[in-house]
């Protein structure tokens, strides 16, 4: 499915998800971001998505991983221009997301790809950050694929 | 940083994670540190060849945020 069938809530979760992404400093647009820009969304924080708390949540699983192999206190100077515009590259698990949103449409028979699409196709993923953050934030996923 | 040397988690999971969480932390060392240098007064060519890659790959990566940020005049 090309770019022109996203719907304008689509391609607004895309370009939001690459704002998340430079705000954070990250150097690559991931599933995360695309989970971010989405939770900013009314219908979605309806159903219990909060960006704040999200962000918390992969914050404490960023810190959780970080400890695991015994590093600390990863506190950095950040760089005066991390948060400077720059070039991102739309990693593979964005990607994935948006391929398992285009699925869902397809196998819904919808001709056009929703936010609501890509939303279930960034909380299909079972391995990663995402379903990492959305455990610390305990957030029901089954539910809230029931409910998109 | 770390307080004992690394080990690997028992969980895959959590092991598999820590190698994503390192490479945003290693992402953050990296913007700090071509800031410095090339607020320093190292050139892309200095930077690059430190970091071991091509003055190309650290010019497209850097240069922009660094000009925004009016620290590089960009070039070299």
């Known amino acids: ?148 | 940083m770390f307080t004992a040397p690394p080990t690997l988690p028992e969980d895959p999971a959590d092991a598999l994670a820590a190698v994503g969480a390192l490479r945003r932390l290693a992402d953050r060392v990296e913007d700090a540190a071509v800031e410095r240098a090339v607020l320093d007064g190292w050139t892309w060519s200095d930077v690059a060849e430190a970091l071991g890659v091509t003055r190309q790959a650290v010019h497209k990566k850097h240069a922009r945020r660094l000009h925004a940020a009016g620290i590089s005049k960009g070039g070299r």
């Open chain 1, 1 to 148: 499915m090309a770019f022109e069938r996203f719907t304008r809530d689509a391609r607004a979760a895309v370009l939001g998800a690459r704002q998340q992404a430079r705000t954070l400093g990250h150097h690559d647009v991931e599933a995360e971001h695309l989970l971010l820009a989405l939770a900013g969304r009314p219908e979605f924080q309806a159903l219990g998505l909060d960006r704040e708390r999200l962000a918390d949540a992969l914050a404490a699983e960023e810190e959780r991983s970080l400890a695991s192999i015994g590093l600390a206190g990863a506190e950095l100077e950040p760089a005066v221009a991390a948060r400077a515009p720059r070039r991102l590259r739309f990693a593979t698990s964005a990607k994935l997301s948006l391929q398992r949103a285009m699925k869902v449409a397809a196998a819904r028979g919808d001709r056009r790809l929703t936010a609501g699409h890509v939303l279930l196709g960034v909380i299909a993923a079972e391995r990663g950050r995402v379903p990492r953050a959305l455990q610390i934030a305990e957030i029901d996923v089954e539910e809230l694929r029931a409910q998109i």
